[in-house]
């Protein structure tokens, strides 16, 4: 659980725009077996999206090939607008 609520945590940092913490830890979590995880991760990149969507493009661009589904779809809800 202290790795989700550190995820979530980055919502602070998002609103503040920066990037570099919630990226961090994406990438740390790809391979994490818990599935909360993974949506923890993804909604904290499609928040990232949500304030520049260039950036989610690139992380998106080099990962979302190794990124778990749930993780992915939850990033790409942002473009379902």
């Known amino acids: 659980w202290a790795n989700r609520v ?3 945590s980055t919502i602070y940092y ?3 725009g920066d990037y570099s913490l919630t990226l961090e830890f994406a ?6 077996p818990h599935h909360l995880m ?6 904290m990149l499609r928040e990232i999206g949500k304030k520049d969507i260039k950036v989610l493009e690139k992380f998106l661009g080099e990962y979302s090939s190794q990124m778990p589904s749930v993780m992915r ?3 790409r809800e942002v473009f379902k607008k």
Request: hydrophobic share 50%; glycine share 4%; proline share 0%.
């Open 27 to 32: 990438k740390k979590f790809i391979n994490h």
């Open 38 to 43: 993974h949506k923890a991760s993804g909604w």
């Open 14 to 16: 998002i609103k503040l």
């Open 6 to 8: 550190a995820m979530v």
């Open 73 to 75: 779809s939850y990033a």
